[in-house]
């Protein structure tokens, strides 16, 4: 699917909620004539960082085990602010195995024409039907990484595992940098064997706790680093589906909030 874009993690610290929901709300933010949805097609609700109430897959569970997903009202029922829409995963985490990779598949080619941009958050295990469905149909895979043994250690062994499957990722996100961590980038780098065009860094934003406490994303505590790091993986994507490109200044320039 051409529109779509999924972000995966090596492991459950990794942040791929945040960078995920973050990076839909900025190229929805910055492009107002186009609808963009956000949805977790994982084992969990992946919700932290949305105020109020929405939607989760549970409530369209009937219509896709029939095959009988009307897009209209998906759109209709998943709009959650002006031209971003929202699917929130399962309420129960136990109930994810009642979904299966073409239940993801089915959702998302039913609804792909309603949408310019779709952005999944696939969570971070790839035994998991709506994850595995999800990647399996992208445009484009981000597997976000930090500087942690433990992360980095995870994603090696999970590598044979996710070749066999016939995944490979476009992008590379490290997330929750810190320059003079002793974990440094070209360390990351080659002990990865990754390419450095395919990188991207996203700065550690001492806003974090706040953001989770507040049920917001850090793009909505205007973190200006935070904002020019994320626009940097959305231009990637902008730039996939024909889409201008957003210029944010690392300094001194304000973003309007979106939420």
């Known amino acids: 699917m051409k529109n779509l874009f999924v972000f995966h993690g090596a492991d459950h610290k990794s942040g791929v909620t945040m960078i995920a929901q973050s990076t839909a709300q900025l190229i929805a933010s910055q492009n107002r004539d186009i609808n963009v949805l956000f949805i977790a ?34 759109v209709r029922d998943c709009k959650h602010e002006r031209n971003l829409h929202i699917l929130a995963g399962p309420v129960h985490e136990q109930e994810e195995r009642y979904y299966f990779p073409d239940s993801a598949t089915y959702l ?26 999800g990647m399996s149909a992208a445009a484009k895979r981000y597997l976000i990484l930090d500087q942690l043994e433990s992360n980095l250690s995870r994603y090696e062994k999970m590598s044979p595992l996710f070749e066999k499957a016939g995944i490979r990722f476009d992008g590379f996100i490290i997330n929750k940098f810190y320059a003079d ?19 991207y860094t996203v700065q ?37 589906v024909g889409l201008p490109s957003i ?8 973003w309007k909030n979106f939420i």
């Open 41 to 74: 097609l994982n084992g969990r609700k992946s919700s932290e960082f949305i105020k109020g109430e929405v939607k989760t897959i549970d409530e369209f569970k009937l219509q896709l085990d029939s095959k009988l997903l009307m897009s209209r009202d998906f």
């Open 108 to 133: 998302l080619e039913s609804v792909a024409d309603s949408f310019e941009i779709i952005i999944a958050d696939t969570g971070n295990e790839l035994d998991n039907g709506l994850a595995l469905g």
């Open 181 to 199: 961590d002793p974990y440094t980038l070209p360390y990351i780098l080659e002990r990865l064997r990754l390419q450095r065009e395919k990188a």
């Open 204 to 240: 550690a934003a001492s806003s974090e706790r706040q953001a989770e406490r507040e049920h917001k994303t850090l793009m909505e505590c205007k973190t200006p680093c935070y904002q020019a790091d994320i626009s940097a993986v959305a231009n990637d994507i902008s730039e996939a």
């Open 247 to 254: 210029k944010i200044q690392r300094k001194h320039k304000r």
